[in-house]
Nanobody
Framework: QVTLVESGGGLVPAGDSLRLSCAAS????????MGWFRQVPGKEREFVTA????????YYADSAKGRFTISRDNAKNTVSLQMNNLQPADTAVYYC????????????????WGQGTQVTVSS
């Protein structure tokens, strides 16, 4: 099992940027597609972005395209999410996850999850 710990969340005004980090331990994540999801109270956890094991392919939700960039460093066992031009609609708890099987955008395919980091964007 992989232990994932997110960091980098915070409170920022609209238009600002944040960089989230996800540090993995217990097992290498180099063979896994890694994803970021987000969730607001009362709603289902939603896909934001993912990156294939070798960084060869990236996936983005429409809401993230052009503003968010996912990257990974397998040597450091980390995944990052650069978020630019943040908007109030981006306010959520952001989770890092390791995908085991299934569709990249489907939360059910991810078996290992971090505890989440809160991102709050003020208008």
């Amino acid at each position: 099992q992989v232990t994932l710990v997110e960091s980098g969340g915070g409170l920022v005004p609209a238009g600002d940027s944040l960089r989230l980090s996800c540090a993995a331990s217990g097992r290498t994540i180099s063979r896994y597609t890694m994803g970021w999801f987000r969730q607001v109270p009362g709603k289902e956890r939603e896909f934001v972005t993912a990156v294939s094991w070798n960084s060869g392919t990236t996936y983005y939700a429409d809401s993230a395209k052009g503003r968010f960039t996912i990257s990974r460093d397998n040597a450091k066992n980390t995944v990052s999410l650069q978020m630019n031009n943040l908007q109030p609609a981006d306010t959520a708890v952001y989770y890092c996850a390791a995908r085991w099987l299934g569709t990249v955008t489907d939360v059910r395919g991810y078996n290992d999850w971090g505890q989440g980091t809160q991102v709050t964007v003020s208008s």
